[in-house]
Nanobody, 123 residues
C-alpha cells in the first residue's frame, strides 16, 4: 500500500487543522490505519487509529477529545481532524497501515508508512 500524507502547516495554538492520508495499491477493508507523530529528538508515538471495516477508533490520551480520525471508503483516504492544537502537538505526522491484527499503539506493528507531513503549532 502506498500512502500519501498531506495537510500539515503552521497553526496558532487553539487552532485547527485536518490531515489527509490517501492510500493506493490495495483494498483497505481489512486494514487498520494509524496516525503517528514524531517530534524532534523524540520517538515516534501513536496518535490515533481506525479499523477500516468497522470504523472503530482509538486515541492516545494526549489527543483524546481534541483529535478525530475518520475515513472515506470511496476515496481510500483517512483523515485526522485536529482541534484545540497545542505547541506540544508540533511534530511530523505519519500515517501507516497495518495489514493484520487489530489496532496497535506500537509503530513496529505497522507495515507501510507515508512520507510524513509537518505540523507546527505556535504559542
Amino acid at each position: 500500500v502506498q500512502l500519501q500524507a498531506s495537510g500539515g502547516g503552521l497553526v496558532q495554538a487553539g487552532g485547527s487543522l485536518k490531515l489527509s492520508c490517501a492510500a493506493s495499491g490495495q483494498t483497505l477493508s481489512s486494514y487498520v490505519m494509524g496516525w503517528f507523530r514524531q517530534a524532534p529528538g523524540k520517538e515516534r508515538e501513536f496518535v490515533a487509529a481506525i479499523r477500516w471495516r468497522s470504523g472503530t477508533t482509538y486515541y492516545a490520551d494526549s489527543v483524546k477529545g481534541r483529535f478525530t480520525i475518520s475515513r472515506d471508503n470511496a476515496k481510500n483516504t483517512v483523515y485526522l481532524q485536529m482541534n484545540s492544537l497545542k505547541p506540544e502537538d508540533t511534530a511530523v505526522y505519519y500515517c501507516a497501515t497495518r495489514y493484520f491484527g487489530g489496532a496497535s499503539y506500537s509503530p513496529n506493528e505497522y507495515n507501510d508508512w507515508g512520507q510524513g507531513t509537518e505540523l507546527t503549532v505556535s504559542s
